[in-house]
């Protein structure tokens, strides 16, 4: 079996599909720290089944998911999928090639996939377990696990191990065997609980059957004379009611007679008064219209006095618009002389303006010339400053040079003496690298022995911590043991609790109406009588004997409910019950003072137990007449002096019944259905105490836990030190290379110098020739330069007289610019003024206008107010003659209701006789009815009970009574028959059918148990084989692996000796693994005193050791040799090249030698931030091309 092919999407570092393909030998991944290559064994860990969130380097599963980065979303899953070459059929399926994939949603959904079929993550661990690709295996070996083997304990390195010997399917099996044996005996006690209580139930349910079937008996006799006796007093009942109901007829034909008389009295009442009422209402109206009338009048007279003040003022508004119509029209006349004032000021102003714009005009034409003039002299300025600047450029030019040269002659001169003083210098500096490469190699010697300091210090720490945690592993096994137990006690009282809540122990139709009541189809329902009462543990047994079938009682609110829960129970077919109704069971106690003073009376049953007030009269009924004694011989003495008229119970379970006859035997005190509740809570107190003790050691445990932690901090600090300490080491190694480096720089540098001032004294001869040919060119430069500048100085003179007249035109241009914006500002004054008295004039004419609007206006509201106070005046008249035709209809009103009111007075006199008439007639009616209605009671009594005991009419009774000659002696036998149903006391007539269920049921649990001890026995026999199978099995591969590990080892190391032992032999399965190793040349105590290299490369060792015994399919190698020196690396690449053609090998690696015995490389990147890119190199197609190119 071989790995072909790896495909990963979406997992950690690689967002895109990517497909890695593997061939046989060896295959590396490289790449740079973080860029992603370790999660290519995590996602080969993780489509394996792996579940641990800590080994895939994760805080919660979801982070396997690649969660994006600033330029990608994140994604919605991540899928990884391995394709395995099946030829050889390693695993169990029947196909050359087995495709596993694994599918993880960020939502926490997940799917597994074998050949393309979903299954379970069980399927995939079973598929390669005894592989060596398992979750446990030692397919997938990393730098942590790699020093795990040395470092871990001796009983935490047994996983590998065993996956190696090939037991974990054997394992696995055992532990599945043990589960399914827990199972089986938590089922075994369950159903020796159910036994233990059914045991009690059997033997009182016989007893309750016998005399259940004596009172069937008996209740058979009594029916048939209680029909025959209650037919007989039907008939008499009968004909007494048939006589009484033609009274009653007559009686009934005198009362509605004069009810019909009264009836019509009545009515002439009430017409009467329907009339009166109806007067009444009209003379309301009419006042209300009078009321109206007066209160128009009024509003009437109010609005005429306002019209008329409103007139008044109408009046004074109207003579005070006269007159502001009067003061317009003066204001208007004079605004018209002041407008012809302002415009003739406009046109003196505009004619001035006139005569400054002519001035300003000549002015310009002046200033125009001047310009011109200015313009020529300025282009002959420009063009001999230009040559001024020609000649200037070139001169400096030249001096540029000449400077440059004797600057170069001066820096040359300067450097050659910086060259002479510089190989001093360096002299000197090397003289100091010499002396520092000394003191560097004098400190690597001090670091080295501090080095061994600190790490004997570690090593002693090391030993401390180890016994630390030998105390914290045996606090944590006594807690465990108290949790175990406390565990036992919860999961035994769960059982109890169970068989509490599913009625356990009580029959179908018990269970049956109290389902009914849970659900709420039955209201009124109580409960058992077992779990209303409360009674003390010393009296359990003895009550549960007294109640037996009892305890089963249905209390229940009232009749009605009862009857209700049989008829359900009826038409369910669910059974029979027995119900106790509180407002008709109302049971005595017995009243016997002597019973105080007898031996070993502990009280009446009824005493002992407790119960909420309202059930006391159920309590009463069902222990009332029971005594409680302590021992048999007690009970004997007390039943004796009672002359055995009640019940005797003693503790262990013994009974006299009343009339003499003793039940008794073995009772089992396990819990029936009344102790049952006491024995839950007692378990759990029992179950609080064990966990109060656990707690205890938790504290202990975390004090432990605090120790171990201070001492590996004091460890912590230590190799902190040391890794210091080392890299000091190294630092001081990288100094010591860096001055060597420098000093041989330094030598360099100062033969480089006397090379450079040789060069330097020729090029100085060269520069001095240079500068002498540049001083003749800036004579000459400098003479044409002077000519320029007499030119220059000539028409500037010019340029100047002219610029001071173009200044003189200018300012007195610029002075009548000045003026002519003065006029113009007083002229824009002017109009405006002209256009404000303009406007003014118009408002005034527009408000004259409204003046005379407003005279109209108020003249024609003057006239609409004398029409509205004469309309108001008028209106008065005419309400105060209609209040005076209303005041007439009232009165007549008054004088008909008068008339109405005598008439009913008369009737009222007549309904008061007739009335005394009607109630004389109704108390005969009564006292007719109530004969009738006892006589009805007393029939309809009989019908009920009837029905209500025997569930029969009248006439099914009568076809199954039997004639009676004998009434009175038919009445002494039921009194007779009465009294031994009586003496019978408390009879459950279900106990029959019940008996009959629980001996099936009993019957069947025995068999159930049988059953349950035999799978007990054979899971028993079954681990067996399955240890001595591993033992062999382990002891064997463990001797194998143990020799190869000693040849590997000094193979690897080159010498030395090393072994494998088991700590514990005579316990295989659970013993630890002990390593001893010596190095060639070494003694060795412990692992610890080895190097991490050292360490590192024995780990390796064990592991080459077991794939030479159990050959993986396949490795996965993740920087195991990372630790290991160059030697080393080479040695371990060295061998695993020659175990290649067994085992195909992946190794993700940084390490040269091992990336030089690949096959096929594979470069992890990540050119964008958070996201890995996958390379692949094949060595020996590269090899091939490169011979290739070196023939071309």
């Not at 100062?750 to 330097?760: D, I, M, P």
């Not at 007639?921 to 009989?942: K, P, T």
């Not at 080393?1128 to 940084?1150: C, E, M």
């Amino acid at each position: 079996m071989r790995l072909r092919s790896l495909e990963i999407q979406g997992f950690k570092s690689f967002p895109d599909r990517i497909k890695l393909t593997f061939h046989d030998g060896i295959t590396a991944v490289v790449g740079p720290n973080g860029s992603g290559k370790s999660n290519i064994a995590d996602a080969v860990r993780w489509v394996l089944g792996e579940q641990s969130v800590k080994t895939l380097r994760g805080g919660r599963m979801e982070d396997v998911i690649f969660g994006g980065t600033q330029s990608r979303n994140p994604q919605g899953c991540a899928q990884v999928q391995i394709v395995l070459e099946n030829a050889d059929r390693m695993l169990p399926c029947d196909s050359d090639e087995v495709t596993v994939s694994r599918k993880l949603y960020r939502s926490g959904e997940s799917e597994y996939r074998l050949n393309g079929a979903a299954v379970r993550l069980k399927d995939i661990y079973e598929l390669f377990m005894d592989t060596g690709l398992g979750r446990d295996g030692y397919s997938i070996i990393g730098q942590g696990r790699i020093a795990e083997i040395v470092s871990a304990k001796s009983a935490q390195r047994r996983e590998i191990f065993e996956e190696a010997a090939g037991i974990s399917k054997f394992r696995y099996r055992k532990q599945e065997a043990q589960r399914r044996l827990e199972g089986a005996e938590e089922n075994l006690l369950r159903l020796q609980d159910i036994l233990s209580e059914l045991e009690g139930r059997v033997e009182p349910l016989r007893v309750q059957a016998e005399k259940a079937n004596a009172f069937l008996a008996l209740a058979q006799e009594k029916k048939g004379l209680e029909l025959s006796l209650w037919l007989r007093t039907l008939e008499t009942a009968k004909a007494a009611l048939n006589q009484q109901e033609d009274k009653l007829l007559l009686a009934q034909g005198d009362h509605q007679a004069i009810q019909q008389e009264l009836d019509s009295l009545e009515a002439a009442i009430s017409a009467c008064y329907a009339q009166m009422q109806q007067l009444s209402v009209q003379a309301e109206e009419l006042r209300a219209q009078v009321q109206q009338a007066e209160e128009e009048r009024a509003a009437a007279a109010s609005r005429r006095a306002v019209l008329e003040n409103d007139l008044v003022h109408s009046e004074a508004a109207r003579r005070q618009a006269q007159q502001e119509l009067d003061r317009a029209g003066e204001s208007d006349s004079q605004l018209d002389t002041r407008i012809q004032e302002q415009r003739q000021q406009i046109a003196g102003r505009q004619e001035q303006a006139g005569q400054l714009r002519e001035r300003q005009q000549e002015l310009k034409v002046r200033q125009q010339a001047v310009s011109q003039e200015q313009n020529g002299l300025d282009a002959k300025v420009e063009a001999l400053k230009e040559r001024r600047f020609t000649l200037n450029q070139s001169l400096n030019e030249t001096k540029l040079s000449s400077a440059s040269g004797a600057t170069l002659i001066q820096e040359s001169l300067s450097r050659l003496e910086a060259l002479r003083e510089n190989a001093v210098v360096k002299d000197g500096n090397i003289a100091r690298l010499e002396g520092e490469c000394a003191d560097c190699r004098d400190l690597l010697h001090q670091l080295e022995d501090t080095l061994r300091s600190l790490g004997n210090s570690r090593d002693g720490l090391r030993l401390k911590q180890q016994g630390r945690r030998e105390k914290l592993d045996r606090l944590a096994r006594d807690c465990q043991q108290l949790e175990d137990r406390a565990r036992e006690r919860l999961q035994r009282a769960k059982v109890l609790f169970d068989m509490e809540n599913s009625l356990e122990g009580f029959s179908g139709s018990v269970k049956y109406v109290m389902a009914q009541a849970q659900k709420g189809a039955l209201q009124g329902v109580c409960g058992p009588v077992s779990r209303l009462i409360q009674v003390e543990d010393r009296y359990a047994l003895a009550i549960e004997i007294a109640l037996g079938a009892s305890l089963q009682h249905i209390v229940v609110q009232d009749e009605g409910v009862a009857k209700r829960a049989i008829g359900m129970l009826k038409s369910a077919k669910a059974g029979r019950a027995t119900f106790l109704p509180l407002t008709t069971v109302k049971g005595r106690r017995l009243s016997e003072p002597w019973l105080e003073g007898m031996e070993g009376f502990l009280g009446l049953a009824a005493g002992l137990v407790g119960c909420d007030p309202q059930f006391s009269g159920v309590v009463d009924q069902l222990l009332g007449r029971v005594a409680v004694a302590e021992d048999l011989d007690c009970a004997t003495l007390i039943a004796q002096r009672g002359g055995h008229r009640f019940r005797v119970v003693t503790l262990d379970g013994q009974v006299i019944n009343a009339g003499g006859s003793m039940t008794g035997g073995y009772a089992a005190r396990s819990a029936g259905i009344l102790s049952r509740a006491k024995e839950i809570e007692a378990l759990r107190a029992q179950a609080r105490g064990y966990e109060d003790q656990a707690g205890a050691l938790q504290t202990q445990l975390k004090a432990a836990r605090e120790d171990l932690s201070a001492l590996q901090a004091q460890l912590q600090g230590v190799e902190g030190e040391l890794a210091t300490a080392q890299e000091d080491r190294v630092r001081c190694e990288a100094r010591l290379a860096q001055l060597e480096s420098a000093l041989r720089e330094a030598v360099a540098a100062k033969e480089q110098a006397a090379q450079e001032y040789s060069s330097l004294n020729g090029r100085l001869e060269e520069l001095r020739a240079q500068n002498g040919t540049n001083s003749d060119l800036i004579q000459a430069l400098e003479q044409q330069l002077e000519q320029v500048a007499q030119a220059l100085s000539g028409l500037s003179a010019q340029r100047e007289a002219g610029r001071v007249q173009a200044e003189q035109l200018a300012a007195q241009r610029a002075q009548l610019e000045v003026e002519l914006a003065a006029l113009e500002k007083e002229t824009d004054g002017l109009c405006r003024m002209v256009e404000q008295l303009t406007e003014q004039k118009s408002h005034q004419q527009e408000h004259t206008q409204a003046l005379r609007l407003q005279l109209e206006q108020l003249e024609a509201q003057d006239r609409q107010t004398r029409e509205q106070i004469t309309q108001a005046q008028r209106q008065g008249e005419q309400l105060g003659e209609a209040i005076q035709r209303l005041n007439g209809e009232i009165a007549q009103h008054g004088q008909q209701r008068n008339l109405l009111e005598a008439q009913a007075t008369g009737h009222r006199a007549q309904e008061k006789q007739v009335t005394a008439r009607r109630e004389t007639a109704a108390r005969e009616l009564e006292r007719l009815q109530a004969q009738r209605d006892s006589l009805q009671g007393e029939y309809d009594g009989v019908i009920a009970k009837l029905w209500e005991e025997y569930e029969l009419t009248r006439t099914q009774a009568a076809q199954l009574a039997q004639p009676t000659q004998d009434p009175q002696g038919d009445g002494r036998r039921l009194a007779e028959v009465k009294g031994k149903i009586k003496a019978l006391g408390s009879v459950n007539v279900g106990a029959v059918e019940e008996y009959r269920e629980v001996s099936q049921r009993y019957r069947f649990l025995k068999e159930q148990t049988q059953d349950a001890q035999d799978s007990r026995q054979q899971l028993l026999r079954l681990i067996e084989k399955l240890t001595s199978d591993m033992r062999t099995i382990f002891l064997e591969e463990f001797r194998q692996i143990s020799q190869n590990f000693s040849k590997i080892f000094v193979e690897l190391f080159g010498g030395g000796r090393a072994e494998l032992t088991l700590s514990d032999p005579q316990d295989p399965l659970e013993s630890g693994i002990e390593i001893f190793v010596q190095p060639p040349g070494k003694i060795i105590k412990n692992l610890a005193s080895l190097s991490g290299g050292e360490q590192a490369f024995v780990a390796i060792a064990i592991y080459f050791a077991i794939l030479r015994r159990r050959p993986a399919p396949f490795c996965l190698l993740d920087e195991i040799e990372a630790a290991l020196d160059d030697v080393n690396v080479t040695r371990f690449a060295q061998y695993l090249r020659r175990i290649s053609g067994k085992t195909q090998f992946i190794a993700i690696t940084h390490r040269r030698g091992t990336m030089e015995a690949a096959d096929v490389l594979y470069g992890v990147t990540m050119q964008e931030e958070g996201v890995s890119k996958l390379l692949e190199l094949r060595l020996d197609e590269a090899e091939e091309k490169l011979g290739l190119a070196a023939q071309s």
